[in-house]
C-alpha cells in the first residue's frame, strides 16, 4: 500500500502497555490502511529506540505541554490518547493532561480521538456516602474517577471521539504486587475484597488491539462509548487457574475493603475503594463490558487462561 495513502495514528503512551499493544496491532495489520506515530516524552529511551527499528515514526512530546502535543497530533488521522496515573499519583494531575490532549486533538484537526478512560465512581457512590473513605478531600477511586471527569473534555471538543472503557490488568498480578504471596503455611494466595463477586479483566495487550479494532471500523464507533473485557472472573476462579497455570495449590483468600484499605502499601486505600466499587456494581460493571463485542474488535483477545499460558512464569511468588 503506497504509504503516502496510510492513515497516522499517533499514539500517546507509545512505549507502555496500551500504546504498545495498538502500535503493534497497526503493525500487525500492514494492509490496514494505517501507519503509526509513535508520541514518547522521552524518544532516546531504549524501548523508543526499538519502535523506530521496527520501521516507526517516534516523536517527542509531553502531556504536560500541550503545544507538543498539537505538533506530534498535526497531520494525524486518528490520536490513541491516555494518561497514567500512577507515574505520579495525582488526580487533578491526570485532569490537566487529559485536557491537553482534548484541545491539543482539537487544534490539530484529528478525525478521529479514542480516550481510554474508566467509570467516576462518584458517579455510584458520592463523596457524602461514607461506604467507602473519600481520598485527597474530593475523590472516591482517584484513578477511575479523574479519567471518569475528564471524558467532557473529548466530547465538548467536537472531535469525534471513542470512550474506551477498559477493565483490571492481570497484568498487575506481575507488576503490581497483586499476585499469590506464601501464607505462614507456605500455601500460596492471592488476597482481594471482592467476596464472590466477578471481576471483569484483561491482558493490557488487549486493550491496544481492540483500539485498533475501533479506528478500523472507520465511522462505526465514533461519539460512542465502549466497554472491554477479557474475562469476568471471581477471586476464587482466578486462584483456580493460576493453580492450573503454576502447577501449585493457590487459595483466595477474601477480606474485607476496610483490611485491604489497610495493609499500607502505597496506594493500599485507593485500591480497595476500586475493589469494593468492583464488588458493589459487579454485575452493572460486568454486564457493560460484553466479551462478545470485545471479541469483535479484537478477534484475537485472550482469556485469563489463555494470558496465563505465555505470562504465569512471569509472575513474582512472594
Known amino acids: ?47 523508543a529506540r526499538a519502535l523506530a527499528a521496527l520501521g516507526v515514526e517516534v516523536v517527542k512530546a509531553d502531556l504536560d505541554d500541550e503545544a507538543s502535543l498539537v505538533a506530534a497530533f498535526t497531520g494525524a488521522y486518528g490520536a490513541y490518547c491516555l494518561t497514567n496515573f500512577w507515574e505520579h499519583f495525582s488526580p487533578d494531575k491526570e485532569i490537566v493532561q487529559a485536557a491537553n490532549l482534548a484541545r491539543a486533538a482539537k487544534a490539530a484537526g484529528v478525525s478521529h480521538v479514542i480516550w481510554s478512560t474508566l467509570e467516576d465512581v462518584r458517579d455510584y457512590v458520592p463523596l457524602s456516602d461514607d461506604r467507602m473513605p473519600t481520598l485527597l478531600e474530593k475523590y472516591k477511586v482517584p484513578h477511575f474517577d479523574a479519567k471518569g471527569e475528564s471524558n467532557h473534555f473529548f466530547t465538548e471538543s ?3 471521539t471513542t470512550l474506551l472503557n ?8 506481575i507488576y503490581f504486587g497483586m499476585g499469590p504471596q506464601a501464607g505462614e503455611d507456605g500455601t500460596l ?43 469476568h472472573l471471581s477471586g476464587q476462579e482466578m486462584a483456580d487457574s493460576l493453580g492450573k497455570a503454576l502447577g501449585k495449590e493457590v487459595r483466595y483468600n477474601a477480606v474485607s475493603p476496610d483490611v ?9 486505600d485507593e485500591l480497595g475503594n476500586m475493589f469494593q466499587f468492583n464488588a458493589e456494581f459487579s454485575d452493572q460493571y460486568c454486564a457493560a463490558r460484553d466479551l462478545d463485542a470485545t471479541r469483535k474488535l479484537n478477534p484475537g483477545l485472550q482469556s485469563f487462561d489463555t494470558w496465563l499460558v505465555a505470562n504465569a512464569g512471569k509472575i513474582p511468588l512472594g
Not at 9 to 21: C, L, N, P, R, S
Not at 30 to 37: A, K, L, N, Q, T
Not at 260 to 268: N, T
Request: aromatic share 10%; hydrophobic share 45%.
Open 189 to 231: 494466595a492471592i488476597t482481594f475484597p471482592l467476596g464472590d463477586k466477578k471481576l471483569a479483566g484483561i491482558a493490557a495487550e488487549d486493550i491496544g488491539a481492540c483500539a485498533y479494532g475501533i479506528f478500523a471500523a472507520g465511522d462505526e464507533f465514533k461519539d460512542k462509548t465502549v466497554f472491554i473485557a477479557g474475562g
Open 260 to 268: 485491604y484499605r489497610s495493609f499500607g502499601f502505597p496506594a493500599a
Open 1 to 47: 500500500m503506497n504509504q503516502t495513502a496510510l492513515k497516522i495514528i499517533a499514539v500517546t503512551g507509545a512505549t507502555g502497555a496500551q500504546g504498545g499493544g495498538l502500535i503493534r496491532a497497526i503493525l500487525a495489520h500492514p494492509d490496514g490502511g494505517f501507519s503509526v506515530r509513535a508520541v514518547t516524552r522521552n524518544p532516546d529511551s531504549e524501548k
Open 166 to 173: 477498559t477493565s483490571f490488568y492481570w497484568e498487575n498480578l
Open 158 to 160: 467536537g472531535v469525534p
